[in-house]
């Protein structure tokens, strides 16, 4: 049995930016999450006291109380134990592409699996992966080059369904090797660039990395905690919360915390009063977008945590969006939800962006108001 000892000291927390890597250069689109649920399998070993995945595809994991002074609070939360049951919603899908149609010259014509602003599509290179293999191919919209455009095509800004993958093969080759339903998604490198960490699905395996190195920090730590903590590592998020609305009707949290990424529109060009999140200043305590309305006194709690331990930490509201608190807030009974976010620049594209600072913020924060539940 794990005695408790105290966790205020933050020697355990490590920013472990090669997971957060591999976990975004892994493929997984909503409905092929199949890839990254791989990944956090291997992570987790050791750290959960149960690890299922369910028909839809998520992966639930349970670790038990461990409580303070040695004495263990039994498993089940209000609806069949003393002990409160907390779920963290991590959702693993990115967004990406479903192959519809090969046309008789070998092009491959895409069907969008989530929210796609095209401004941002043009010129991509993109990973198609099939049955036989993964394959780089390179995506554009139908139409004419700038060289022989005339100025009112250079004005039109195309629907997705005009952007096309071309993988440079024989037309008889690629109705070989691809089908209708593979997965296209971007392909784009990892990298970190001053004080920031760059890559395609930081949203939202960012919710991934912060799920497993939570946990992972009060394991290291032998932190107590009172409470049943399950992570859900979720599916289908970015096509209408449906993996978090089966994994929390089965978890039947007292308790939860949906984790992901938010707007950081602190650039030019958006009006400070529309930023959202600033970078630099620390977790988002996420109180309302168009899917949750936070519990305030689950924000008033995170933000305590974080004033007492010294971590930055944020208010924010989104205008519109969701994420898996708001699924965990309407199933079954009903939970309890507050979300927590890191403020991410330039969201479902290649380039999206997060300060280290914020991350290193939101695992301590959540590692702290974790062994803290009651």
Request: glycine share 12%; proline share 3%; with cysteine.
């Amino acid at each position: 049995m794990m005695v408790g000892r105290d966790c205020a000291s933050s020697e355990y927390l490590v920013v472990n930016i090669d997971l957060l890597k591999r976990l975004c250069e892994t493929s997984g689109i909503p409905g092929r999450e199949e890839r990254v649920r791989a990944l956090i399998e291997k992570e987790i070993k050791g750290l959960f006291d149960e690890v299922r995945t369910d028909a839809m595809g998520n992966l639930l994991c349970r670790r038990n109380p461990r409580g303070a002074k040695g004495v263990q609070k039994k498993a089940g939360g209000s609806r069949g134990g003393d002990a409160t049951r907390v779920m963290l919603g991590c959702h693993m899908d990115e967004i990406g592409f479903y192959v519809r149609y090969i046309d008789e010259d070998g092009f491959i014509w895409l069907n969008p699996a989530g929210g796609f602003d095209t401004r941002n599509l043009f010129s991509r290179r993109v990973m198609l992966c099939a049955k036989g293999g993964d394959y780089p191919g390179v995506m554009n919209p139908g139409g004419r080059p700038v060289h022989i455009a005339s100025m009112e095509d250079r004005k039109k800004v195309p629907e997705v369904k005009e952007f096309f993958v071309d993988l440079g093969m024989s037309a008889a080759k690629v109705k070989k090797t691809v089908r209708v339903g593979d997965m296209v998604v971007m392909d784009e490198p990892f990298m970190e660039m001053g004080d920031k960490v760059v890559s395609k699905a930081l949203d939202n395996r960012f919710a991934c990395w912060l799920g497993i190195e939570s946990i992972r920090a009060i394991e290291k730590a032998k932190c107590a905690h009172a409470a049943e903590l399950w992570i859900a590592f979720t599916v289908q998020e970015e096509v209408g919360l449906r993996g978090a609305k089966t994994a929390a009707s089965a978890i039947e949290p007292d308790i939860g915390i949906g984790i992901d990424v938010s707007l950081a529109c602190d650039g030019p060009g958006v009006p400070k009063s529309e930023s959202v999140t600033v970078q630099g200043e620390g977790a988002g305590l996420h109180i309302m977008d168009g899917s949750l309305i936070s519990d305030y006194r689950l924000i008033d709690e995170l933000e305590a945590v974080a004033k007492k331990h010294k971590i930055k930490a944020q208010r924010s509201i989104l205008a519109a969006g969701g994420q898996d608190g708001g699924a965990m807030q309407q199933a079954m009974e009903g939970a309890r939800v507050a979300g927590v976010t890191c403020g991410t620049r330039y969201i479902h594209t290649v380039t999206e962006m997060i300060d280290k600072g914020d991350l290193k913020a939101a695992l301590e924060l959540l590692e702290k108001w974790m062994v803290g539940v009651k």
